[in-house]
């Protein structure tokens, strides 16, 4: 995601079919501004210019930025939703330190090949010397329900949603990890805060209308 190669695939596989304003992408990568400079393309009425932005912020943006493309979550276009969710992920995948972020990735990697023990022993040490990177907190997270440890894990989320208050997907997972609980009252909170947070996300709301019918309330108010 950091690279100009990756570009085309990354409009391929997250966007296909919508397009960016290629002469402003061009000059973007051209002269490199500041991230907080291109903020205000967000405000274009052009789909096209607002995509740009948001390619451009996921490219060369840092945790500063994690603000103003959540935001982009709340766009009437699916494409820029689509693509600002894409970028935040990216970017908070690369929050800690040069060496931090491999050491993420080793962890990610045990956790598809199932060795989800090794990646809490790996992701509890990524933590302890990088406390405020707050993707490793996530990650950790998962991996402790992976391994059956969901009281542990809720610590670990809402410790990721404390540095990370954009966390859409530590929101989520609270709210699961609470149902696993029991706790569903809890969950109901972390449920409708990550959908404030990306109002978007598609398991969601039937996830809010099932813990409300469980708890005998209204399943047809707003979240």
């Not at 290629?22 to 400079?37: A, F, V």
């Not at 931090?100 to 992701?123: F, P, Q, S």
Request: glycine share 8%; aromatic share 6%.
């Amino acid at each position: 995601m950091r690279y100009e190669a990756t570009i085309e695939g990354i409009l391929r596989r997250v966007i296909p079919g919508a397009g960016v304003e290629r002469t402003l992408l061009d000059n973007l990568l051209r002269d490199r501004p500041r991230p907080e400079s291109v903020i205000s393309l967000l405000g274009s009425a052009q789909p096209e210019s607002v995509r740009t932005a948001i390619l451009y912020l996921g490219l060369y943006g840092s945790m500063r930025e994690s603000a103003v493309l959540a935001l982009c979550l709340h766009h009437e276009d699916p494409s820029v939703v689509r693509l600002a969710e894409h970028c935040l992920w990216s970017i908070w995948m690369q929050g800690g330190s040069e060496q931090g972020n491999r050491r993420l990735a080793v962890a990610i990697g045990c956790m598809k090949t199932g060795a989800d023990h090794e990646a809490v022993e790996l992701l509890s040490q990524l933590v302890a010397d990088e406390p405020s990177f707050a993707e490793a907190h996530f990650q950790r997270g998962l991996a402790l329900c992976s391994v059956g440890r969901p009281a542990e894990a809720v610590l670990a989320y809402r410790q990721a949603l404390r540095l990370n208050p954009y966390h859409f997907g530590a929101a989520a997972a609270l709210g699961h990890a609470y149902v696993e609980l029991g706790n569903l009252a809890a969950a109901l909170h972390y449920y409708r805060q990550a959908l404030r947070i990306h109002p978007r996300l598609e398991d969601l709301p039937q996830a809010i209308r099932q813990v409300e019918s469980a708890l005998g309330l209204r399943t047809d108010q707003q979240p």
